[in-house]
């Protein structure tokens, strides 16, 4: 069954410490892959993406993601974690186009001062 | 200017009330969804629209009914609303295939 997995439901990591997140999937073949980030009590932002091309890609706010085909996963990663960065964190696949999008159940992101 | 924009932002109504919530971009984007979230921060597609034609129509019962009046506009009605139905709603545009989506700020909606 195709699926997306975000295996921690909550981190805690302390300002200034790098940051993971994890991310597999399971589909037929290799979707288009993103990840968001949701602010308590606001809409969901995007982050970055991979469509094709480069398996690092970058994003806003410092963020990076590496796409790993063996290993099926697109894991987030940012080197200093900042307190702002505190937020629900959301995995995201679209297997064949944009309108069927399917997200994991997220993870949660706190940061110790 | 706000992109993707959803009124209202709370809603607290009884059980078996109709309710509508309004969604309208700015981006001129061609296709426009609706999300549940559930309590448990669970995101599932509801229904998507391009072109003013519904694209996914997943599991949900037909008391929810989506309507564009055109490509900016896409509202969500409910009819005859249950306790399960208390969840926040996004809605979210996107610029066509192979593009990210959109979010608006979402619209919390509490049955009694």
């Known amino acids: 069954a195709q699926s997306v997995t975000q295996p921690d439901i909550h981190i805690t990591v302390s300002e200034g410490a790098s940051l993971e997140l994890r991310c597999n ?34 994003g806003i706010k410092g963020f990076e993601a590496e796409f790993k085909r063996s290993q099926s996963s697109f894991n987030l990663r940012k080197p200093s974690v900042h307190w702002s960065d505190a937020a629900e964190y959301f995995c995201a696949v679209a297997p064949y186009n944009n309108n069927d999008m399917r997200f994991g159940a997220g993870t949660r992101l706190t940061v110790k001062p | 200017d706000t992109a993707v924009s959803q009124t209202p932002k709370y809603l607290v109504t009884q059980m078996g009330n109709d309710k509508s919530i309004k969604c309208e971009q700015n981006l001129g984007h061609d296709t426009m969804y609706w999300y549940k979230q559930d309590s448990k921060k669970f995101l599932k597609i509801m229904f998507s ?4 034609e519904l694209i996914i129509n997943e599991t949900v019962p037909n008391r929810f ?13 409910i009819n005859s609303l249950e306790l399960g139905d208390s969840a926040v709603y996004f809605c979210a545009s996107s610029p066509g295939t192979y593009n990210e989506q959109f979010f608006g ?8």
């Open chain 1, 25 to 58: 999937y399971s589909y037929g073949a290799t979707p288009y892959l993103f990840w968001y980030v949701q602010s308590p009590g606001q809409g969901l932002q995007l982050l970055l993406k991979y469509f094709s091309g480069d398996t690092l890609v970058q």
């Open chain 2, 49 to 52: 629209y391009n072109n003013k």
């Open chain 2, 65 to 77: 009914s989506p309507k564009s009046p055109d490509k900016a506009h896409l509202n969500l009605h």
């Open chain 2, 105 to 112: 700020p979402g619209t919390r909606l509490t049955v009694l």
